[in-house]
């Protein structure tokens, strides 16, 4: 497809509609959304606003810079790094190379995570591996009396999901701690929900990624093993120690992953699994299971 002939003014409308052109010619999918996105972006408004502001013309420092994070997207950037943000379920959060850019099939955890925890007093909730701290944010923010610790194992990511909490006002009800999985919790720590998006992409399997996801997006984050199964062991037979009796672990999985993740876990005497919840694509995306 070759983008549409160059405008004489340039206008919002103008630049939205060369660039979709530009993007789709590229190969990017949601390339209207995108470039709205981008452009809002430059702008310091939202998206909603360019709709009403369609016969301006940015100045030529704006288009420059527009001109720039379209030269990105198209090597590949993800979106949410060029803008520095991303939304899930009803916050912003802020992202950064360092972490993974939240996903909307999270949002299926986060729903059950909320559902269960709504008739608890005051509970107290663990997130592993919590990269921008998407899901423990959102946890907090919704359920006023939780307070959610949050582990992992990188540094910056630890860093930028402090910031989260704090932007949406929850950090006084939150505790990060650093390290590998289960690693940083003291003895004796309990809780009543358990809840991670580990990494699960096996590693035969990079090779099939999206260059966006796979040159961006931090591998730490995303390499589950040789068979994309290691966290998944790892948590199932460490966390009995830190489960209430009675408390529910919530581990979202890949797709294709169901059986497996539901294997590793029926292998652990002190687990009771529940059911498979369903994102919205149909698709298996988080396995349940409560300490007996």
């Known amino acids: 497809m070759q983008p549409a002939p160059t405008p004489t003014v340039w206008t919002i409308k103008a630049l939205l509609a060369w660039t979709t052109d530009f993007l789709k010619s590229k190969g990017v999918e949601a390339a209207k959304l995108e470039a709205e996105i981008l452009l809002a972006h430059v702008l310091r408004g939202k998206r909603i606003d360019l709709l009403v502001r369609y016969d301006e013309q940015p100045t030529d420092a704006e288009r420059t810079k527009f001109r720039e994070l379209i030269t990105r997207r198209v090597a590949g950037w993800p979106v949410a790094y060029l803008v520095g943000s991303r939304e899930f379920y009803l916050l912003t959060f802020e992202v950064e190379p360092a972490v993974l850019v939240p ?3 999270t949002e299926t955890l986060v729903l059950e995570a909320l559902k269960r925890l709504k008739p608890m007093t005051a509970p107290t909730v663990l997130d592993i591996g919590t990269g921008s701290g998407c899901i423990a944010v959102s946890l907090a923010h919704q359920k006023k009396d ?8 990188s540094p910056d990511a630890l860093l930028v999901a402090k910031r989260n ?4 006002g929850v950090a006084d009800r939150m505790t990060f701690l650093q390290g590998d999985l289960l690693a940083p919790l003291a003895p004796g720590s ?3 929900m358990v809840v991670s998006n580990p990494p699960y992409i096996a590693q035969s399997e990079f090779a099939e990624l999206s260059a966006e996801v ?3 997006e931090p591998r730490i984050a995303l390499d589950g093993g040789p068979d994309g199964l290691a966290f998944y062991r790892r948590i199932a037979t460490g966390i009995r120690a830190f489960l209430k009796p ?3 672990l919530l581990l979202e999985i890949g797709w294709t992953q169901d059986a497996a993740v539901r294997n590793i876990i029926a292998e652990q005497s ?9 994102d919205m694509g149909k ?4 396995v349940t299971a409560k300490k007996k």
């Open 146 to 153: 939780a307070h959610v610790t949050a582990t992992d194992v």
């Open 214 to 216: 796979r040159d961006h």
């Open 103 to 105: 996903r909307s099939d």
């Open 283 to 286: 698709n298996p995306r988080v």
């Open 165 to 168: 909490a704090a932007k949406h």
């Open 190 to 192: 309990v809780f009543d």
């Open 270 to 278: 002190e687990l009771e699994l529940g059911p498979t919840l369903k």
């Open 246 to 248: 009675g408390g529910t």
